[in-house]
Structure formats: structure tokens, C-alpha cells
């Protein structure tokens, strides 16, 4: 098993780095969703590089913790933390969205090491985890099972069902994350379909609540502990984050849900992002569009 002890500005660095690869690997791919993956960013490296268990050298190992990316259109993050923890090479990343790639638009567990289920038709992922944690108890396996759904993805009525199911099992291994960034497809979340009271609501349904920012990463590293430490019943821990966050043009702009920044745009967000002096070491160059 890897292990990973980054302190709290480390991992504020490997965060820098997975926004600079899903900007490239967009810019480079000439599409994607960059916006949800940049919002993603801190949350996935701190469950990668400090949170949880998973060994890079051997995926299958039954008692890793996994991590179901519902929100499957923000790929390029999970791609960008896979990649950095050693499951495959760097220069598959420049492949995003090509012909003949494992790199798809969307997860495929088919297709790559490290990729525990195959998302992007929204709504499917909490059913999933619960599945994957009512087979943990069964085999009497004490890993965690950690999912993160986008706050668009919770107009889906599966989400709810699910969360009813997590909570009647008391499925205390399910962790789900919900990035809540405000913005999805169509719009901002409250005009297209309103959710709010959003805590009340998964309280209502049984879970345990946690609101942090989901751009502090120790707010984000003690939601994790705290969430470990529950029992009896699932998590959900409401980020509160910004779509596109690292590049100041994509910040709140719905353009970046599903469009990649140009040549031009590329080199702007990863100067912003490479500010931070361990990040002017980074030998990661992207090519920018075919």
C-alpha cells in the first residue's frame, strides 16, 4: 500500500498540479469539462494524497478505499490524481478524449487501473457505493467507500433513493462528498431545479451532515476525520466551492462547464496556477490544441 503523509501545504502544491493537468489535458483535447474538475481539485487530492488507503502498484486490492466519481464529466481531475499517484504514466494524459484512448470523456473501469466505477450518466453513483459498502460488510472488509456527486447531479430522483438506502442500512463506510459549486449545464443550480435547504435535507434522509469549504484543506482533511469517526449511519460532506476555481477567467464562468480553454487560455490559467514557487519546477508541459 502507498502511503501518504503530505502535510497540509503539500497538498495545497498537488492540488496546483492536478488544476494545471486538467487544464492541459482540455486544452490539448480542445474539449472536456473543466469548470466541475478545477472545482474537484483540493477534495480529490486530499482523499488521494492523505485520506485514503489505495496501492498504486497492485488496483485490485480488496481492501482499498474507493472513490466513485459520480459527477463522471470531471474525469480530467480523477485522471490527473491517478496519474500523480503512480497508477499509469503522465503521457497518457495528453491522450484525453482521443481515439483509441483509455482516457474517455467519462470514467471506464474496463479501460484503466485505478478506476473503481464507470460514471457519467448522472445520478448512478451513491447507488453504486452503497452496493460497493453492503459488499464490504458482507466480506467483512473495513474499507470506506467515498463517492462525489455534483450539487446539479442531486436534481436526479436515484440520488434521493439511494440516500434513503444508505441511511436504512446504516451504511457508515459510505462517505459522499457533494461539490457544491452552484452551477451546473443549464445554469446556476437554484434557478434550474432549487435545492436548498440542502443540510436540512440530507439530514432529513438520515445522514450525518458536514459544511466546510471545499477549498481549505484542513477544513477538508477534518471533515474526513470527522466523517471516519461516525457510526450507524452514512456521510455527506457539502463543499462549498467555486466552478473553475485556480484560473481567474473560468472562476463562475458557465462557459468552462463543457468547453476547454484555447491555446491562449491555457497558458494564462497555468501561470496563475504555477505561482506558488514549488510549482515553477513542474516539468509537465502540455502542447496545447491539436
Partial sequence: MEEYELSVSELQVKARCLRCHIIGMTATAGSGHPGGSLSAADIIAALYFRTMRHDPSNPQWEDRDRLVLSKGHAAPALYAALAESGYFDYELLYGLRKCDSPLQGHPDM????????????LGQGLSIANGMALAGRLDRKDYRVYVLLGDGEVDEGQVWEAAMAGSHYRLDRVIAILDRNRQQIDGWTEDVMGL?????????FGWHVLEIDGHDMEAILHAFS????????????????????????????????????NRDEMEVGLGEIRTDERCKSCKVQYPGPC
Fill in 110 to 121: 474496463t479501460q484503466l487501473p485505478g478506476v473503481e466505477a464507470s460514471t457519467g450518466s
Fill in 196 to 204: 436548498e435547504p440542502l443540510a436540512d435535507k440530507w439530514e432529513a
Fill in 226 to 261: 470527522q466523517a471516519q469517526q461516525v457510526e450507524g449511519q452514512p456521510t455527506i460532506i457539502i463543499a462549498q466551492t467555486i466552478k473553475g476555481k485556480g484560473a481567474s477567467f473560468m472562476e463562475h464562468n458557465l462557459r468552462f462547464h463543457g468547453n476547454a480553454p
